[in-house]
């Protein structure tokens, strides 16, 4: 049985095989994908593949939108037309092994920057579960970009 620190209120499951040079998928056919280490890290970068980065960048901007709308609305902001970007790279760490660090860029063009820094901000610390994951254990920096 698993012990959890939060009340869980959905659960993503995913099988994988054949690690970054084979398929992932998820247990209810929404996600499945074929990976392939990308050239650039040595490996074939088969065509149609994606990899695990792409995945978590994906991921983590989707997550970090949905944090960002869910404070815009709770200060009562209309935030329609906010892109979030996340950067994933992934390379060696000192001390061996190897790391991710991520470059997340949120940008409005109806939005002051003042106010669009708050609300992501806000986001990003009392909110989305990515950048509680995360927090402390990677290289991060936030670019807000407003009018």
């Known amino acids: 049985m698993t012990a959890y620190t939060i009340k869980p209120l959905e659960h993503a499951i995913a099988h994988s095989t054949g690690g970054r040079n084979g398929h992932s998928e998820t247990d ?27 995945l978590f960048a994906a991921g983590y901007a989707a997550c970090f939108g949905g944090a960002l709308e869910f404070v815009a609305s709770q200060h009562k902001v209309k935030l329609t037309d906010a892109t979030v970007t996340a950067k994933v790279s992934v390379g060696p760490r000192e001390g061996g092994g190897f790391g991710i660090a991520v470059e997340m860029k949120v940008a409005s063009p109806t939005l002051p920057t003042a106010e669009l820094r708050k609300l992501v901000e806000e986001a990003h610390e009392n909110v989305c579960p990515y950048s509680h994951a995360t927090r402390g254990n990677i290289p991060f920096h936030l670019e807000v970009v407003g009018a």
Do not use: A, C
């Not at 996600?31 to 088969?46: E, F, I, Q, Y």
């Open 28 to 54: 209810d056919g929404s996600v499945s994908v074929d990976l392939s280490v990308r050239k650039g890290m040595g490996g074939p970068g088969r065509p149609g593949t994606t990899t695990p980065e792409h």
